[in-house]
Each structure stands twice: as structure tokens, then as C-alpha cells.
């Protein structure tokens, strides 16, 4: 399967504790973005990369959240002290620089307890 | 960004062609219509873009009137498969600093026997 992969596809924490979630892009793509999508709405952008740079965090990705994607391959989202707000299904996509399609992966599914 | 509207929901029955429409008039010149598609518990996949008149691939057709202010994507002949929830987006996805996708609430289609 060469698509998009993310692991783990389920955590549970307690509230306190940190996660990290990891997603493999479709190889060659080089812009590598994360998204988190609650109950009953559509996909909100968190953080986007550009090879291993990080281009742009959105204003929902607080100081407890950090994302890296050190080899511009695989990338990690990381939550620290996690509550119970940010129970959500974090999904990561990948494309090619200047490509208007965007391939998701299934998604993490985490819920705090 | 272009805000897009769409109605919450819609019921078809197999084998019927569906059209689910999608308002976006703030959109600009540069913006380009795209669809995608979620099933329960994965991420979305890209359906069809567009940018104007008509554009047609092996799952769906997209039709934008003159005026760009809407759009309507249709499916042919349903199956029970197609019930999902259909994102339009607008956005500069080539020329734009990072071509992050945002999505609205959605379309829930319902497709009965």
C-alpha cells in the first residue's frame, strides 16, 4: 500500500498525559500537512510542512501541540498534558508542491479520558 | 477564504443520479472548486476539481456556471456506497503560499435501496 499511513489508528489517554501520533506520506510527496476533525464537522487545519520546514500553524494548534518532520519523510504530532478538548480524530495529509489534490491518511482517533 | 454553503443533508435511492450543490459567491479569481468525499472513520478523498464550465473523470462530473458562484457535482446512477459526507472547497491551491484545505460542515447523502 503506498498511501498515506498514520499510526497508532487508536489512543486512549488519561487527561494529563502526553500522545504522539506518527504519519508515512505517499513518498514523494514533499508538503505534508495535519488536521484535527471533531464529531460532526469537517477537517480544521493545524500545521502544514514543506519538506522539513514547517510553513504555517493555525491559531487551534496551542503551545501543548508540536509537529516536526526532521528528514522531510515521515512527520510526528506531538500533544503534551493532553485534555479532554483535544479528543478528535487527527488526520494528516500529503501532496506535491503545487498539486491541487491532497491524499488523507485514516486518521488517529484519540480520546481523553 | 471563500466561505462555500451547502445544505446539511439529502436522501437519494440507488441507481438514481444525484446533484448536491454548493454556493461559494465570494469566490476569487484564482480559487478553484473542489470536492471530496468522507466515509465514517477515514480521512476525505479527493473526488473532481474544477475551475470553470465543466470537467468530468470516472466518478463524478462538477458543472460552474459562468458566474462561478456555485457549483454542482453529480454521480451518476448511485449505490449504497456513495452514502458519505461530500465537501466543497474553495481555494488558490496553486499559486497560494500552502494550499491548506478548508472544509465546512458538509453534505450528508443518504442513498436508500
Known amino acids: 500500500d503506498t498511501g498515506v499511513s498514520q499510526n497508532p489508528r487508536h489512543k486512549i489517554t488519561k487527561r494529563g498525559q502526553n500522545v504522539t501520533f506518527r504519519c508515512d506520506p505517499i513518498s514523494e510527496h514533499n508538503r505534508l500537512y495535519w488536521y484535527r476533525q471533531t464529531l460532526g464537522q469537517g477537517p480544521e487545519f493545524l500545521t502544514y510542512f514543506q519538506n522539513e520546514a514547517q510553513l504555517e500553524k493555525s491559531r487551534l494548534l496551542s503551545d501543548r501541540f508540536s509537529a516536526e518532520r526532521p528528514k522531510g519523510s515521515f512527520s510526528t504530532l506531538e500533544i503534551q498534558r493532553t485534555e479532554q478538548g483535544d479528543s478528535a480524530m487527527y488526520l494528516c495529509?500529503?501532496?506535491?508542491?503545487?498539486?491541487?489534490?491532497?491524499?488523507f491518511g485514516p486518521g488517529t482517533r484519540l480520546t481523553v479520558t | 477564504l471563500a466561505k462555500t454553503t451547502q445544505p446539511i443533508s439529502m436522501d437519494s435511492y440507488e441507481g438514481q443520479e444525484v446533484n448536491i450543490t454548493c454556493s461559494h459567491n465570494n469566490i476569487a479569481t484564482n480559487d478553484y472548486i473542489t470536492w471530496y468525499q468522507q466515509f465514517p472513520s477515514q480521512g476525505p478523498r479527493f473526488i473532481i476539481q474544477?475551475?470553470?464550465t465543466k470537467v468530468t473523470n470516472e466518478v463524478a462530473s462538477l458543472f460552474i456556471p459562468a458566474d462561478r458562484k456555485s457549483s454542482t457535482l453529480s454521480l451518476p446512477r448511485v449505490s449504497l456506497s456513495d452514502t458519505a459526507v461530500y465537501y466543497c472547497?474553495?481555494?488558490?491551491?496553486?499559486?497560494?503560499?500552502?494550499?491548506?484545505?478548508?472544509f465546512g460542515k458538509g453534505i450528508t447523502l443518504s442513498v436508500r435501496p
Open positions: 495529509a500529503s501532496s506535491r508542491q503545487g498539486a491541487g489534490e491532497q491524499y
Open positions: 472547497l474553495v481555494g488558490d491551491l496553486y499559486t497560494g503560499a500552502n494550499s491548506k484545505l478548508t
Open positions: 474544477g475551475y470553470k
